[in-house]
């Protein structure tokens, strides 16, 4: 069965979608959308504060934190959640609504990680105010720089979250797919340091970083280390000329698992590497390793998941728990203290200049919203 229980207005909803495409905002870049979405529920009843995460990051823009007060007493207030930055930028975008399939005809991404999420919540939102139903506290949260590493919701400051549960819409399709974990991230910062001399007339007196850092990534394990556990060598940089034996390489390197003593493990080895191929030539390995976010893992009994289950069924939406190899929001929520999933809206061939979204999945995922808020009034924990 595959109903929508909320009748969303849908070439409003479109036209949202396309009004938050056609800005062009990259992470720091984000303060179109945010001004828009601001004016949006500010319109629509709620009140509008921002933090100073702009700021602390060299943005334009920082998080939104919109509030409105509920009408039923005792309800769990919730939030629900999106960001407002592109994976990359995306100046004169052109779109295409060809059968009920939004694309980009211009050659960037279309956008929709993470417009997807953010334009049904606003017609769900939207839908609310106009229908008058009761409704406990809601607020929604838009965050900034969340595909950099998650660094807008970094900076939130718990005091800001006036939620107990939280939706994050920040998944691909199908409908009713909700993820109950992420993992832990470690970000690897590698210069290696070798010395330089002429590649012609005296290479033999030179340590070639640059084939260190080589031997090194050969040796590392890397890709699909174990079901729950990855590592990847991002960037490498080095030299300075062709006639030059290079002096320093520099590498970004990461490593994620779902089980920390797992990441751990993978992070000491490629450190471990580093280290010992480049002390093989006589170079060295200096390393930086920086915690990206940490992993959190919700259980099917958990209230959340509870709340989220039971509005999807109520949409027809075929409910499923997921494990997910990447980060979101959600995991800086969760580390917070404020239990979280992720929920899956209209995203599809994200990161890639073939992305798109498909109108019938905006429409489903705002109406998932609605039905969330509606099992969440009459909810006891």
Known sequence: MNT???????????????????????????????????????????????DDAGEKVGGNAS????????????????????????????PNIEISVIDGVVRSVSDTILGADDTSGVAPILEAMTFLAESGEAHGDIQVILTICEEIGLVGAKQIDPANIKARYGFVLDGGPPMGGVTITA?????????????????????????????????????????????????NIGTIQGGTARNIVPAEAFIVAEARSRDNEKL??????????????????????????E?????????????????????????????????????????????????????????QAIHTHDEFCEVADLVKSAAWVVEIVRVARRFSS
């Open 4 to 50: 929508v229980s909320v009748p969303v207005n849908e070439p409003r909803l479109l036209e949202t979608f396309l009004a938050l495409l056609r800005f062009n905002t990259p992470s720091r870049h984000e303060k179109p959308a945010t001004d828009f979405c601001a004016d949006y529920l500010r319109n629509l009843g709620f009140t509008i504060t921002f």
């Open 63 to 90: 998080n939104l934190f919109a509030f409105k007060a509920g009408t039923v007493v005792g309800a769990p207030p919730i939030f629900f959640s999106s960001h407002l930055d592109t994976v990359e930028a995306t």
């Open 183 to 231: 993992p832990s991230q470690n970000n690897l910062r590698v210069r290696v340091v070798g010395k330089p001399s002429h590649a012609g007339g005296s290479p033999e007196l030179g340590i070639n970083a640059i084939a260190a850092a080589a031997s090194a990534i050969h040796f590392i394990k890397q890709g699909r280390i174990d079901p729950e556990t990855t590592a």
């Open 264 to 289: 751990a493990k993978q992070t000491a080895h490629m450190v471990e590497i580093f280290e010992r191929e480049a002390t093989a030539i006589g170079a060295r390995a200096e390393i930086e390793v």
């Open 291 to 347: 915690e990206g976010y940490r992993t959190y893992r919700l259980n099917a009994d958990d209230p959340v998941i509870g709340i989220a289950q039971t509005a999807a069924k109520t949409c027809g939406y075929p409910f499923a728990l997921r494990e997910s190899g990447g980060g979101s929001d959600a995991n800086i929520f969760n580390a917070l203290g404020v239990p979280t999933c992720v929920l899956a809206c209209g995203m």
